[in-house]
C-alpha cells in the first residue's frame, strides 16, 4: 500500500513538473551585502522568444498586478540566452538590503515559480547597529529619570515654600507686653509704708 502512495505522488510530481513551463534557479538564496547574486529563469518549451521580463514583490502570494517590474541599472542587469531552451539571467552585481524581496519571472505570459532574496548586514555592521539602539535606549531612560528627578524637586520645593508660610514662630511673643516686673527689695519695703499710712477719707475721722 505504502509502495502504490508513493507512486502515485511520483507522477503527481512528474506531471506538475512537465506542466511548468517555466522554471527559476535557485528558489532562495541568503547573502551579505556588497556579494554578487545569480537568479535564472529557465523555458522548457523550444519557442522564438523576444524577452524575458522580471519582476519583484514582497512576498510569494502578492497578486500578480502588484508585482514590481525590475529596471535595469549600475547594480542590477538582465540577460537573455536563446542557444537551446530560452533562458533569462538576473544579475545582482553588489547586493543591497533593500534587494530583499521575491523575484519572478515571464516568458510568454507564463510566470515562474519565485526566487525569495535575504541579503543581510555583515556580523560587524549589525553588532554596531545593535550597540547603537541599547545606546539610545539607555540614553532615553537617563533622560527620562532626569525628569522625573526635575518634577520630585519642583514639587518638594514648592511644599517647602507653603509649610515656610505658615510656620509658627520660634518664640511667644503674646504676652512681650505684659511683663511682670520682678519684684525687689525695696518696692517690698515701700508697699510697707504704704500699708501703713491712713487713707485720706480716714485723716477726718
Not at 33 to 53: D, E, F, K, M, W
Not at 79 to 105: E, H, I, T, W
Not at 188 to 201: H, I, K, M, R
Request: charged share 20%; proline share 3%; glycine share 6%.
Amino acid at each position: 500500500m505504502r509502495w502504490l502512495l508513493a507512486g502515485y505522488c511520483g507522477l503527481a510530481l512528474i506531471n506538475i513538473s512537465v506542466a511548468l513551463e517555466v522554471t527559476q534557479m535557485p528558489r532562495y538564496f541568503g547573502m551579505l551585502t556588497g556579494r554578487p547574486g545569480l537568479i535564472y529563469c529557465l523555458n522548457s518549451t523550444y519557442t522564438a522568444l523576444v524577452s524575458a521580463q522580471w519582476y519583484k514583490a514582497a512576498e510569494y502570494d502578492v497578486a500578480v498586478e502588484d508585482r514590481m517590474p525590475i529596471v535595469k541599472d549600475e547594480r542590477i542587469s538582465m540577460q537573455d540566452v536563446k542557444n537551446g531552451p530560452m533562458k533569462s539571467l538576473l544579475y545582482f552585481r553588489a547586493l543591497q538590503v533593500q534587494d530583499n524581496g521575491v523575484y519572478f519571472c515571464k516568458i510568454n505570459n507564463q510566470w515562474g515559480e519565485g526566487t525569495a532574496v535575504q541579503v543581510g548586514r555583515p556580523a560587524a555592521q549589525a553588532q554596531y547597529r545593535t550597540n547603537m539602539k541599547d545606546g539610545l535606549i539607555i540614553l532615553q531612560g537617563l533622560m527620562l529619570a532626569v525628569f522625573i528627578a526635575a518634577v520630585l524637586m519642583r514639587k518638594r520645593t514648592l511644599l517647602e515654600k507653603r509649610d515656610i508660610i505658615y510656620e509658627e514662630p520660634e518664640d511667644d511673643h503674646i504676652y512681650e507686653g505684659l511683663a511682670i516686673e520682678t519684684c525687689t527689695g525695696d518696692l517690698y519695703e515701700e508697699l510697707s509704708v504704704y500699708a501703713q499710712a491712713e487713707a485720706p477719707w480716714e485723716q477726718d475721722n
